[in-house]
């Protein structure tokens, strides 16, 4: 049931923070519905999703977006990423009634986590250590001049090659 679960997060993050952790980190899955109460628990929130979630009007039945504080987009290296990013951007801005940023600016990344020095996934990285920086870890401080780039699929053997 839903009370057990809440009893089992709140113990177990009562002994992490008598641990004197600085940070906690708590995962879940399965959380684009519902169980959005994990909110609860947590001083800021990133949903991790892909660019597989049906047509843009189902964006509106992920309760995560309403929620989160950073959204990832993985798998970026998907065909329909681009026109993924740009609608969750949207319904991101609909969500939070935020017309006045810009799309470059809004907290929503595409990431391809599987593929090492991935622009997106250390741009994800840079906003989650500004969120914590904000938080008052000041130790997660980045260096101004980090490039922030878009994730893209590198290919070792380029595809005129691959069959070569």
Not at 99 to 119: H, M, Y
Not at 150 to 162: A, D, L, P
Request: proline residues 2%; aromatic residues 8%.
């Amino acid at each position: 049931s839903n009370r057990s679960l809440s009893k089992s997060i709140s113990d177990t993050l009562l002994v992490m923070k008598a641990a004197n952790f600085d940070i906690i980190i708590l995962e879940t899955s399965g959380i684009g519905q519902s169980d959005i109460e994990i909110v609860d628990y947590s001083d800021m929130s990133l949903y991790v999703m892909t660019p597989e979630f049906g047509a843009p009007t189902q964006l509106e039945k992920i309760d995560m977006l309403d929620f989160a504080d950073i959204i990832a987009l993985n798998k970026f290296d998907k065909k329909e990423s681009l026109d993924a990013l740009r609608d969750v951007k949207k319904q991101y801005r609909r969500n939070n009634m935020d017309w006045d940023t810009d799309d470059e600016k809004l907290p929503v990344i595409g990431t391809i986590a599987s593929q090492f020095n991935d622009g997106g996934t250390n741009n994800l990285f840079k906003i989650l250590c500004s969120k914590l920086n904000e938080l008052g870890f000041s130790e997660f401080t980045l260096d101004d001049d980090i490039e922030v780039i878009m994730s893209e699929k590198i290919h070792i053997i380029t595809s005129k090659r691959v069959r070569y």
